[in-house]
């Protein structure tokens, strides 16, 4: 029973030392899986636990005690510990809710990394970086497609004012989206470039999936040819990975960024029916660890377009991710119908369930449509079907 | 931490219960919150109803596999490890509230249900279980049943298990029993005394080591009109603990839901993290907190009477305190003593005792010795209010990669100085095991019990020595 680092033969150890504090401090108060606490607006945490596996090693807690016990030298089922940490999806919630602070988000990435490193990531996680390299997206659709999203709109390629990169899903399953999202920059006055068939993923997935030396050859990628000074991401995802390619030569928004600070700024004037009852579907990006979190001002933007929503924030900050994010989609499809279909069971009362993220968007897409509820909508989508545009100030 | 590997033989699992055998799964079985040290089974099994539980009993019975049964982990007495090996109950898939009976004022759940869950429930309904724990969202009922856990006492409720009707608890021969007035057929849970002697006292506290807790009937109470916190501040723990005492023996305590009191070092920790411009000199050496709950009218006649009682004693009001920390625990519905940092900044050892309120002023002399002679590791105490006596608790916080062999030997040495201070265990598991083998007679008694209730000797081996 030694609370030691194990000898460093295979780097193993010290590649998880940087956690000895978490290892150590955890009082196995199992917030991290599956609390529930009302009066913080608590009820559950991870969604893996929730609506895959019950079982507290698919969880934050689980990771940071397999952490512990590889760090001490134990024998680890490489194979079953990368069957537990790929089925994550990266939201956060997990440290969010620590009341110590400790990093069980974080220590699962680690955990990936190290996975994809000694080559024991699941079979979905070698597909997914073969669509990479074959398709540069994770659907494995063919790249030739990536553009038809943006068919018959009409685009700055000169002089441009910012460079749009809608991401993997708002190129594809969430393309309407994509669509409204640059009518919407541009009722704004912006001039919108885009890459055309230059276009490609900025390597998110690839980050969330562990396969860092993949993702890290992606973002240089995009950096190449940069001549804007502004970026809006269509995908929340793809933020963190154009920040660090630009390396501060640009400034770059997700979508919901540039709207808040466009409706804030009064670049943009809109009107929608006060009597329109929308579902503010609030996502995970916001509590995500470490680099990979974005701001998320749905309800602000919302707000500033006049529209109360028909559910309060009470519990917005706690509310589990819908599955589209991480490798979860990849590794485990059918708990990811699941969890779509739990976050979906709610807004009943609603015409129309906002989504801010783009990926969210397009998975929940296909559960509303699978269960016959509200349509959902990315914020681009409301405001192109439901809202007056005033003249840019 | 390092055993990732367990040998032993497998059961059965029965027919809709999850099994686990994989290393990384049983990881995550090994230990409570205490600084135990951890065990390693060999098989963890999840069921969903109480006839997989006879089943798996029934088996282990037979191959004489110890089974030790886990709810939310959340107790630090060692009770969950399987310091045995063998197989790891876990009752977390026994999560459904099966009855809410507002006439008769009964719930009743299964043992899995989370504190926090239940209360999303009822609170609605404009009910309540009484005593909610600041571990609430993640403990659950049966392990605060089974372990006489959470010591939050209450003033009003007393122990948890005071508010038990009854229970379902499955033998180690697979005999389903039912307690209080449910053991006749049909009649269900409202009365828990009255069929001879009281059978769910054997299992509450029990720590899994008689049978397995199955179902649980709790009364119901409504919630109060209004709910309001108070703190005293007194000289030193000696007038705070004649406070305590006329407040016990008089009409106020009706109206007070929970009380805590905490010792000179925790004040002046909260109120210099929170104000640090005080000087913390002038603080009191004690203070007091009381939530009060009740009609309005009530409820301030209620801290009225308290305040003066206080006066009476050499105390006041201390607002202060109140205002950074109790009327906190109320905005969150918690209501725990100390919460002196129990998850607040890492693992901590902890020993809960119960003892008379004269005893306090020893209680807190015990602290203080720890802190003197282990001034390495961060100690912090308090005590919770019952409606006679005290709970009690010493905090050991520690850092596991260092100090692990320390706290150990901390918390034996604090054992041995509180039953010399008049205090006994509260909630025993493995931690207070050497202790309840010194009550000769009472614990001969459980060893006749365990030898006719659970031959085999496989239920939660080492819990209460047994």
Known sequence: MSTAAAPDADGVPARLAAYARDYYH?????????????????????????????????????????????????????????????????????EAVCPIGLRPAQIGASLRELLVERSHAPAPIADLRTAMRTHGNPYALPAASRGDWARDLVFAQDEAS???????????PAREEARAQVRVMQAAGERVAWRGAADRCCGAPLREAGCTEDAQQAEARLARDLAQT????????????????????????????????????????????????????????????????????????????????VNDARGAAHALCCGAAGTLPAVVPDAVKRMAAARLAAPSAAEAIVVADARCRAHLGEAARARSSAPVLGLAELLTAHARFGAPA | ?????????????????????????????????????????????????????????????????????????????????????????????????????????????????????????????????????????????????????????SARFQSFADQVVGLE??????????????????????????????????????????????????????????????????????????????????????RVWYGSGYEAASIRARVGAAQPEIDLAGLPGFCIGLDFGGEPDEVARAQSRALEIARRHGGDAFPMFNAIYFDRLRGDQIYWYSFAGYFARSRC????????????????????????????????????????????????????????????????????????????????????????????????????????????GILSPGNLGL
């Not at chain 2, 699992?13 to 060999?42: E, H, K, N």
């Not at chain 2, 909610?132 to 006489?148: F, K, R, V």
């Not at chain 2, 005999?175 to 059978?199: E, M, N």
């Open chain 1, 26 to 94: 955890c009082a196995d108060c199992s917030y991290c899986v599956d609390a529930v606490w009302a009066e913080r607006g608590l009820d559950g945490v991870c969604p893996t636990i929730a609506h895959h596996r019950p079982v507290a090693s698919w969880s934050g807690r689980g990771y940071l005690l397999a952490a512990r016990a590889w760090f001490e030298g134990a024998a680890i089922d490489e194979d079953a510990l990368a069957e537990r940490v790929f089925a994550c999806s990266g939201c956060g919630h997990c």
């Open chain 1, 162 to 172: 910012l460079l749009y990169a809608p991401g993997c899903a708002a190129a594809w």
């Open chain 1, 230 to 309: 502004r970026v809006v991401t269509g995908g929340y995802e793809c933020a963190p990975g154009w920040r660090r390619a630009a390396q501060g030569r640009a400034q770059v928004q997700t979508f919901g960024e540039w709207l808040h600070e466009a409706l804030c700024t009064r670049r943009l004037q809109v009107e929608i029916d006060p009597g329109l009852r929308v579902h503010a579907f609030d996502g995970c990006a916001g509590r995500r660890p470490g680099e990979a979190r974005v701001a998320d001002p749905l309800r602000e933007i919302l707000a500033l377009c006049g529209v109360e929503p």
């Open chain 2, 1 to 153: 931490m390092s055993e990732t590997s367990a040998i032993g033989p497998l059961l059965r699992a029965p027919d809709g219960a999850l099994s686990l055998d994989a290393p990384l799964d049983l990881l995550v079985y090994q230990r409570d919150c205490s600084a135990l040290r951890p065990g390693c089974a060999t098989q963890a099994v999840r069921p969903t109803d109480s006839a997989q539980i006879a089943a798996l009993l029934r088996e282990a019975s037979a191959a004489r596999v110890p089974v030790y049964v886990r709810g939310g982990g959340t107790m630090y007495a060692g009770g969950v490890n399987p310091q045995a090996g063998g197989v790891v109950l876990d009752l977390g898939g026994l999560d459904r509230i099966l009855e809410i009976d507002a006439e008769r004022g009964v719930v009743v759940v299964e043992p899995g249900v989370r504190f926090g869950a239940l209360a999303q429930v009822l609170a609605p309904l404009g009910l309540t279980i009484g005593i909610i724990p600041s571990t609430a969202p993640t403990a659950t009922i049966g392990g605060a049943a089974s372990a006489h856990a959470l010591g939050t006492g």
């Open chain 2, 169 to 254: 608890v499955v033998l180690a021969d697979g005999t389903v029993l039912r307690t209080g007035s449910a053991a006749a057929q049909d009649a269900g849970f409202f009365h828990r005394y009255g069929i001879g002697p009281d059978l769910s006292g054997l299992f509450l506290g029990g720590d899994a080591t008689l049978g397995v807790i199955t179902k649980i009937a709790l009364w119901l109470h409504p919630l109060p009109a209004l709910r309001r916190t108070e703190c005293y501040g007194f000289a030193d723990p000696r007038a705070a603990a004649a406070f305590i005492g006329e407040l016990q023996r008089g009409e106020v305590l009706e």
């Open chain 2, 349 to 456: 050892g902890i020993l809960m005792a119960s003892l008379p309120t004269t005893r306090m002023p020893a209680f807190l002399a015990v602290l203080d010795d720890c802190r003197a002679q282990r001034p390495a590791l961060t100690w912090g105490g308090a005590v919770v209010l019952c409606r006679r006596g005290l709970h009690g608790g010493l905090m050991a916080f520690y850092d596991e990669a260092t100090q692990w062999d320390e706290v150990t030997e901390a918390l034996q040495t604090c054992a041995a100085a509180l039953r010399a201070a008049g205090c006994i265990p509260y909630k025993s598991g493995k931690l207070w095991a050497a202790e309840v083998r010194r009550m000769t007679p009472y614990h001969a008694t459980l060893r006749r019990l365990k030898a006719a209730l659970d031959p085999a």
